[in-house]
C-alpha cells in the first residue's frame, strides 16, 4: 500500500506561481513512476506531468513549458512548480503513484488549486 499526501495549492493571481507537494508513506525509490492529475469541474481527469523513478519527465500540452516536476529521493516527495498560471489551470490536482509502469494505482486526496484575479 502506498498513501500520498499532497500540500500547496491555493489561490493564485493569473501569472503567478504555485507549487504542490506530493509526499509518499515509504521510499519513493520503490515507486516505478509519480505524476499529477487534474480534475476541473465538469471535466474528466487529465494527466499534467509524470516522473519515472530514473527522472524521465512527461508533460501534457497545456502545461509544458510553464510546469515542472521534479522528485527529492531523500525526501520522498515529489513536486510540481506551477509557473505562468492561467485561469484554465483551475481544477483539483491529484497526486499519484504507479507501482507498476503505466498504471497509477494509488491516489491523494487532491489539492484544490484556483487561478483568479
Known amino acids: 500500500q502506498v498513501q500520498l499526501v499532497e500540500s500547496g495549492g491555493g489561490l493564485v493571481q493569473p501569472g503567478g506561481s504555485l507549487r504542490l507537494s506530493c509526499t509518499t508513506s515509504?521510499?519513493?525509490?520503490?515507486?516505478?513512476?509519480m505524476g499529477w492529475y487534474r480534475q476541473a469541474p465538469g471535466k474528466q481527469r487529465e494527466a499534467v506531468a509524470s516522473?519515472?523513478?530514473?527522472?524521465?519527465?512527461t508533460y501534457a500540452g497545456s502545461v509544458r513549458g510553464r510546469f515542472s516536476i521534479s522528485r527529492d529521493n531523500a525526501k520522498n516527495t515529489v513536486y510540481l512548480q506551477m509557473n505562468s498560471m492561467k485561469p484554465e489551470d483551475t481544477a483539483v490536482y491529484y497526486c499519484?503513484?504507479?507501482?507498476?509502469?503505466?498504471?497509477?494505482?494509488?491516489w491523494g486526496q487532491g489539492t484544490q488549486v484556483t487561478v483568479s484575479s
Open positions: 515509504g521510499s519513493i525509490l520503490s515507486i516505478n513512476a
Open positions: 516522473i519515472t523513478k530514473w527522472g524521465s519527465t
Open positions: 499519484a503513484a504507479a507501482l507498476t509502469p503505466g498504471e497509477f494505482d494509488y
